[in-house]
């Protein structure tokens, strides 16, 4: 990636003994500690000119030199792949997302995307929203298929998104999990945040947590594989996925919180077997409740 110009930190009491990815992070705009660390370890940001480990501990009269990559511009262009449509009117569209598909561009998906589908299909929902988001009012994980619902205009965007904020929308899913359960239905109450080591996880583990609700029940009983249905309370990302590894019932095939040795009488599945199967809301214009499966 090409530079910017180039950025120095100086010793500040308040840094000592800090680690020094973690000194960079706290200096500098954008860029995060996982950022910090790797631009560490390929000699980007020097300390006193020398390279050293993102775990090395500043200490006084230190001076902390660097340069920060230059974020890619990401544009959304119009593609021309099919979507599979469950509904459409000229205020919405639910739309039954294929496993393997992001909803929207980000790094390292800037092509091939739901958002890339949906605006060939609508071109109008250019503005909609968020520039990368146009019309997206909620998202599924890339391997989770199911019901995602879409707002075609300004006034709809507004309505849907004040909607799920409020809690007003009914998200249903089915999952195959690990284990066999005592009970026929129950409730996970745990807060999610991020993961304090690994970032791109979300864990339960830590203080600092949202409140985190699932409610769920048991559909079908297998050898040591079980068919749940759940209802979310609440929409933290990665919650199913978190909320059933915290409860040691991880969702079958899940790359990220899953179990590693799968069970002898499953066969290799080739993503997280996770679907949004219901989807009850107001319509944001004529206000009748109406859900989709």
């Not at 050293?52 to 890619?72: C, N, Q, S």
């Not at 799968?262 to 859900?291: C, D, G, Y």
């Amino acid at each position: 990636m090409p530079e910017k110009g180039t950025f120095t930190i100086l010793f500040d009491k308040a840094d000592y003994g800090k680690r020094l990815d973690s000194v960079v992070a706290s200096h500098t705009s954008n860029c995060s500690r996982s950022l910090s660390a790797s631009l560490i370890r390929k000699g980007k940001i020097l300390v006193q000119e020398v390279v050293k480990k993102p775990g090395y501990l500043v200490k006084t009269g230190d001076e902390i030199r660097g340069a920060l990559p230059v974020a890619k511009s990401i544009q959304c262009e119009p593609e021309p792949f099919k979507i599979d449509i469950l509904f459409e009117d000229k205020d919405i569209i639910v739309i039954n997302k294929q496993a393997g598909i992001v909803v929207h561009p980000a790094p390292g998906h800037y092509t091939g995307t739901l958002v890339n589908r949906l605006l060939y299909h609508c071109p109008g929902l250019e503005g909609i929203g968020e520039k990368l988001r146009p019309g997206i009012v909620h998202r599924l994980d890339k391997d989770t298929s199911g019901t995602l619902l879409v707002a075609k205009n300004e006034i709809s965007h507004n309505n849907l998104t004040a909607q799920f904020k409020s809690r007003m929308i009914k998200k249903e899913y089915l999952a195959l999990v690990h284990g066999e359960f005592d009970s026929d239905s129950g409730a996970i109450s745990l807060p999610i945040s991020r993961h304090p080591v690994d970032r791109k996880k979300m864990s339960t583990i830590t203080r600092q947590g949202r409140l985190a609700e699932t409610l769920w029940k048991v559909r079908e009983r297998f050898h040591n594989i079980t068919l749940i249905e759940l209802n979310l309370k609440t929409g933290r990302t990665h919650q199913i996925r978190v909320h059933c590894a915290a409860i040691n019932h991880p969702v079958v095939g899940d790359p990220v919180y899953g179990r590693r040795k799968a069970i002898k009488n499953i066969k290799t599945v080739p993503r997280q077997m996770l679907h949004a199967w219901r989807l009850e809301f107001a319509h944001p214009v004529n206000k009748k409740i109406i859900s989709f499966e």
